[in-house]
T-cell receptor, first 114, second 114 residues
Framework: EAQVTQNPRYLITVTGKKLTVTCSQN?????MSWYRQDPGLGLRQIYY???????DKGDVPEGYKVSRKEKRNFPLILESPSPNQTSLYFC?????????????FGAGSRLTVL | LAKTTQPISMDSYEGQEVNITCSHN???????ITWYQQFPSQGPRFIIQ???TKVTNEVASLFIPADRKSSTLSLPRVSLSDTAVYYC???????????????FGGGTRVLVKP
């Protein structure tokens, strides 16, 4: 089944404790991206990647890092999480260009930073 | 990047047709218009995509006027299960890869009542 898999689905952590949210897709998509969703703010893009070793900032990249060492994986790294990063996170992938293709989203990862 | 504006919410009743209009005044020549549906605690999923005129699939229709500065998603005969948030996304290749950075609008919360 074609899908985007995120892990963990739920996570509670404390301020400053580094964490990584993994994202993997099995559709051989070039484009991968991360979003955060907060009440009343819709989906905001954090980072995106056009292919292996090619990443770029979205609208809200502060406090996040990403890497794209393999085509199928695009982990989101929070080096020093803070409470304002408490949010619902989604990973998505597509063929390029993403605006002219269909994004496939993961099920989401709900992160709470205490 | 084409900024999109949608109504925040709308209510409807089972069996009625729901029309959601998205404004995108600065849409670029090579931009496509894509609509996504999101249920609570799930990732958005693709509904329909178009470039101009009218597109219809098994779940919705998309109407795009000649100037392409807006688009209307039409959901025929909605049921309770169509209660969700609907997002309009405008994007394409963009000059210099600008279309790869995606900006979703705030979404429209549709409530279908019995």
């Amino acid at each position: 089944e074609a899908q985007v898999t995120q892990n963990p689905r739920y996570l509670i952590t404390v301020t400053g404790k580094k964490l990584t949210v993994t994202c993997s897709q099995n559709m051989n998509h070039e484009y991968m991206s991360w979003y955060r969703q907060d009440p009343g703010l819709g989906l905001r893009q954090i980072y995106y990647s056009m292919n292996v070793e090619v990443t770029d900032k979205g609208d809200v990249p502060e406090g996040y890092k990403v890497s794209r060492k393999e085509k199928r994986n695009f982990p989101l790294i929070l080096e020093s999480p803070s409470p304002n990063q408490t949010s619902l996170y989604f990973c998505a992938s597509s063929n390029i260009p993403p605006g002219a293709n269909v994004l496939t989203f993961g099920a989401g990862s709900r992160l709470t930073v205490l | 990047l084409a900024k999109t504006t949608q109504p925040i919410s709308m209510d409807s009743y089972e069996g009625q047709e729901v029309n959601i209009t998205c404004s995108h005044n600065n849409i670029a020549t090579n931009d496509y218009i894509t609509w996504y549906q999101q249920f609570p605690s799930q990732g958005p999923r693709f509904i329909i995509q178009g470039y101009k005129t009218k597109v219809t699939n098994e779940v919705a229709s998309l109407f795009i006027p000649a100037d392409r500065k807006s688009s209307t998603l039409s959901l025929p005969r909605v049921s309770l299960s169509d209660t969700a948030v609907y997002y309009c996304l405008v994007g394409g290749t963009g000059p210099g890869g600008a279309g790869n950075k995606l900006t979703f609008g705030g979404g429209t919360r549709v409530l279908v009542k019995p």
